[in-house]
């Protein structure tokens, strides 16, 4: 990740199936300055996304597809303000309902995404 966020003109990155490797993933302050879209997919050994307060400021579109071991949403995203659509696939039941608002209950991350307009969440 650290090579992939210097890339100046870099707007869509797709991870899929492996391509990172390790626990914890970094996007730090001021990183993928033009990034607009980021899907991460079957990063099975991803347990912690940490995004730094001006990391990835041109994001707009956001999808987590079967990161297992995502324990939640990164702190991070709360200052995304340009994030549109965030779609949560497939992912665990408890990763699920941080974002939700269930019987007017907040889970405990709604407050990182409360600002995107779209927020899907698919289970197949």
Request: negative net charge.
């Amino acid at each position: 990740m650290a090579t992939l966020e210097k890339l100046p003109n870099l707007s869509i990155l797709c991870l899929y199936d492996q391509p990172f490797i390790g626990r914890k993933m970094v996007c730090t302050p001021k990183g993928f300055p033009q990034l607009k879209s980021l899907i991460l997919s079957n990063l099975y050994s991803l347990e912690e996304w940490c995004v730094g307060k001006e990391a990835m400021p041109s994001l707009c579109k956001l999808v987590i597809i079967k990161c297992f071991n995502l324990e939640m949403v990164p702190d991070g995203l709360r200052f995304i303000t340009t994030l549109q659509e965030l779609q949560i696939v497939d992912m665990p039941k408890s990763f699920e309902e941080r974002i939700q608002v269930v019987n007017e209950e907040a889970g405990e991350d709604v407050f990182k995404v409360q600002h995107v307009p779209s927020i899907i969440i698919k289970t197949f």
